[in-house]
T-cell receptor, first 114, second 113 residues
Framework: DTGVSQDPRHKITKRGQNVTFRCDPISEHNRLYWYRQTLGQGPEFLTYFQNEAQLEKSRLLSDRFSAERPKGSFSTLEIQRTEQGDSAMYLC????????????FGSGTQLSVL | AQSVTQLDSQVPVFEEAPVELRCNYSSSVSVYLFWYVQYPNQGLQLLLKYLSGSTLVKGINGFEAEFNKSQTSFHLRKPSVHISDTAEYFCVSLNTGFQKLVFGTGTRLLVSP
């Protein structure tokens, strides 16, 4: 059973550097979500895709953040010119469009910006 | 806008004792509510969901929750907890169109022997 996988598990970077995370959803799932979770908080919605189309972006997603899902399969989340406030766990989830209330989450990528 | 409020950030309990994790929601429209669980070093998992119908919903691992419209609550309960239930529990609402989940701040359940 291949669930949602995220790579890398951990990323340490210096302020000002660019980072890219990858998410591989469950293969038959056409919806893909990105969430961000900071310590002591619940996950916050960033953006979601239906197939390759990015349908909604949160106001949390500044212009330094960009997400893609070019072929409707895996997705990447890039953060340019990282800031210390970007330090968080970045979670990816996928679901079917029908019955899409059940999301399957990956284990996340923990980003630390020094 | 819809939101959920989890009233307790941490709930310590002894093994085999009952537990209730509290959640209140606010929404002016039809509401869909969930509880997700996050075990240490694992991804979030759906515990149970309320979409419509019976207000008492049963989930995995012996958990259940009751949707109470008059009190705008969706509390999670388990009659007897195990050490393995130690985890972070999130009350979650879903906007119409099933587009995105809105998470509460979480309640850490700590079960000790």
């Amino acid at each position: 059973d291949t669930g949602v996988s995220q790579d890398p598990r951990h990323k340490i970077t210096k302020r000002g550097q660019n980072v890219t995370f990858r998410c591989d959803p469950i293969s038959e799932h056409n919806r893909l979500y990105w969430y961000r979770q900071t310590l002591g908080q619940g996950p916050e919605f960033l953006t979601y895709f239906q197939n390759e189309a990015q349908l909604e972006k949160s106001r949390l997603l500044s212009d330094r953040f960009s997400a893609e899902r070019p072929k409707g399969s895996f997705s990447t989340l890039e953060i340019q010119r990282t800031e210390q406030g970007d330090s968080a766990m970045y979670l990816c989830a996928s679901s079917l469009a029908v019955g899409g209330e059940k999301l399957f989450f990956g284990s996340g990528t923990q980003l630390s910006v020094l | 806008a819809q939101s959920v409020t989890q009233l307790d950030s941490q709930v310590p309990v002894f093994e085999e004792a009952p537990v209730e994790l509290r959640c209140n929601y606010s929404s002016s429209v039809s509401v869909y509510l969930f509880w997700y669980v996050q075990y240490p070093n694992q991804g979030l998992q759906l515990l149970l969901k309320y979409l419509s119908g019976s207000t008492l919903v049963k989930g995995i691992n012996g958990f259940e929750a009751e949707f109470n419209k008059s009190q705008t609550s969706f509390h999670l309960r388990k009659p007897s907890v195990h050490i393995s239930d130690t985890a972070e529990y999130f009350c979650v609402s879903l906007n119409t169109g099933f587009q995105k989940l809105v998470f509460g701040t979480g309640t850490r359940l700590l079960v000790s022997p």
